[in-house]
């Protein structure tokens, strides 16, 4: 298991920008996440970045269609963080996000759909964005 803690939500205008933290008790060998989930619907994840430094593919980024070219994950091993920037936030965003992490490995083409999976997700961080 690991420990996760997010911050950094908020409530914004559109097209504003947020860079969500989350602070981990260790790292995994393979990989970390973000996953959301709106009011009513099914959690949906939208970014994954290989985390373990002996892999070949260390430090690769993957993301849901819907958040390419908006999102960027991107981690700070010497302080366990993990970090989620949001450009040009958009309403549909709104959603509660959670910070996961996995020591299994999964292949990369399917890894960010199974974040909402992973085994660790810390309590979340709220993000409303207006109209």
């Known amino acids: 298991q690991v420990q996760l803690v997010e911050s950094g939500g908020g409530s914004v205008q559109a097209g504003g920008s947020l860079r969500l933290s989350c602070a981990a008790s260790?790292?995994?060998?393979?990989?970390m996440g973000w996953f959301r989930q709106a009011p009513g619907k099914e959690r949906e994840g939208v970014a994954a970045?290989?985390?373990?430094?002996?892999?070949?593919?260390?430090?690769?980024?993957y993301y849901a269609d819907s958040v390419k070219g908006r999102f960027t994950i991107s981690q700070d091993n010497a302080k366990n963080t993990l970090y989620l920037q949001i450009e040009t936030l958009k309403p549909e965003d709104t959603a509660m996000y959670y910070c996961?992490?996995?020591?299994?490995?999964?292949?990369?083409?399917?890894?960010?759909?199974?974040?909402?999976?992973?085994?660790?997700w810390g309590q979340g961080t709220q993000v409303t964005v207006s109209s």
């Open positions: 260790r790292f995994t060998r393979y990989y």
């Open positions: 970045i290989n985390t373990g430094p002996d892999n070949a593919v260390y430090n690769s980024t």
């Open positions: 996961a992490a996995d020591d299994r490995w999964f292949p990369s083409s399917k890894v960010v759909g199974m974040i909402p999976r992973f085994s660790s």
